[in-house]
């Protein structure tokens, strides 16, 4: 009986969380509209059409929407973090991250994470060391693999008063097997000794994702540090690859749930759960397929994500 609920709460939720996206909106429109032809009696064929035509509509609309709306959140955003870290802000968006997955960055460190590890460094590193600052504890683990950016940014750190805060690892990319994957990733002998053991905060901005599965070794390797409760964050959401990343880091791991944030640049999250043992098989196989149904809602995992 409790996994009969679980099922068909589990239903419900990708039934709203298909709503919400424009293009499952839209189908949904379209659906009424092509039942309410065919109840009043129209013809199939005009009905079809008109609702083709509907689902397209609407679609289209709640996407700009969301465009828009995205674009709005993110230039709130990109003020809080410039407030945060001060004149000395990189300029945001591009190459540098953008607000919104700043402030992400930002409401995790307020959640209370203390030890971060970071792959990547950037205005990210300042906003993170300006907010353990304030928070008067922790301390952040930015692994750069290009020696001039970990040169700018330990010059950033500097100006800004906020060094103390942070340890920079230069590390650069050396060809390595990981399982039956060759790929380029941060070389170890460099990592080993200098990250620290339990990690609560991941986040994945690094290397420059010109091969395939160049972030995901991050999750792979570092695994085993993340804490219970630790929280991966990984930009570059939209990408394809990113995006395949996020899916083989949740098949390849039991004790990690995934959701996805509607970002600019799309933001996947991974949470690491206590304990998976006690889940059923038939409960874990149901979200399974249901996230293959509906892989990429805003809030993609077993609850939605509010920011």
Partial sequence: MNTQRSLTAQGRQVFLEVGKSPSGAGTIVGAAVILSGALLGQSAGIVVLIGIATTISVAVVLAAARKIDRQVRNGTDSVLLAALV?????VLGTWAIEGDFGQLISQEVQRGCTTVVECGSEVSTLGIAAKLSLNGSGRVYTIEHDRKYAEDTEKRLADTGLAEWVNIIVAPLTRQELGSEKIQWYDHTQLDSQLPESIDLLIVDGPPSIYPWARWPAVKVLHERLAVGA???????????ERRTAFRWRSEHDDVELYWHDTVKATWKLVKLANTQHDRRVARGARSVLRRVNPRPQGFGRWPIRR
């Fill in 86 to 90: 001060g004149r000395h802000t990189p």
């Fill in 231 to 241: 929280v991966v964050l990984a930009d570059d959401g939209r990408k394809r690859y």
